[in-house]
């Protein structure tokens, strides 16, 4: 079993709905939590990052980590044509030094 | 403020031979890491580098090895290419002090045939 687990989808929506993508982990050693889109064919790009339990917004992205339950996620609102991508999510321990990411979740959002 | 920049952006080996990739990260970032992304593994840590020196190392065979220039800049090699290496290499720095914040660059595709 994968440290950190990531339904791949493909999550398909309408464009203006709400997308909620999500992770499990395994590892009580991580503190810090990613998220991460990426185009095809190009590199991951950073989205928001979080420290440990609890909720960080920007703009339409809003990520939540609720380590009691090992589970993190992130909303989008208002989703857009060009939020379609492959979202990463990512942790590491307090050295941060070394992210463990799950598989990855196609997400398509249909005009 | 330029990105992450690696080069070559695609390459194609035979098996048995071997590859160096460069990396060179953001303008002030002092750390450099390595990834390789493939359809079924999916992104996994090869190595990090800070200050010439390597930090961190993930399970991968001897066959990967890395280093660090002075100048932050950084290459990846891989000896005795494998039909399995062939997959897209990313490098991603970051600022010292904010190791979890990490910038990704648009990766090497590597193919082994």
């Known amino acids: 079993q994968k440290e950190v687990e990531q339904d791949p989808g493909p999550l398909s929506v309408p464009e203006g709905a709400i997308v909620s993508l999500n992770c499990t982990y395994s590892n009580s050693a991580f503190q810090y939590f990613m998220w991460y889109r990426q185009y095809s064919r190009k590199g991951p790009e950073l989205l928001m990052y979080?420290?440990?339990?609890g909720n960080k917004e920007d703009g339409r992205f809003t990520a939540q980590v609720d380590k009691s339950s090992k589970y993190i996620s992130l909303f989008i609102r208002d989703s857009q044509p060009s939020d379609s991508a492959t979202y990463l999510c990512?942790?590491?321990?307090?050295?941060?030094?070394?992210?463990?990411f799950g598989g990855g979740t196609r997400l398509m959002v249909k005009p | 403020k330029a990105g992450v920049t690696q080069t070559p952006r695609y390459l194609i080996k035979t098996r048995g031979q071997q590859v160096t990739l460069s990396c060179s990260p953001i303008?002030?970032?002092?750390?450099v890491s390595w990834y390789q992304q493939t359809p079924g593994q999916g992104l996994q840590f090869l190595f990090e580098y800070f200050s010439e020196t390597q930090r961190n190392k993930g399970n991968f065979p001897g066959r990967f090895s890395g280093r660090q220039f002075s100048n932050s800049r950084s290459e990846m090699n891989v000896s005795t290419l494998e039909l399995g290496d062939s997959a897209l290499y990313l490098c991603?720095?970051?600022?010292?002090?904010?190791?979890?914040?990490?910038?990704f660059g648009p990766g090497t595709r590597l193919t082994v045939t």
């Open positions: 991603a720095s970051s600022f010292p002090g904010n190791p979890y914040e990490q910038y």
């Open positions: 979080t420290y440990s339990s």
């Open positions: 990512a942790m590491s321990d307090n050295a941060g030094n070394m992210l463990t």
């Open positions: 303008s002030g970032h002092r750390s």
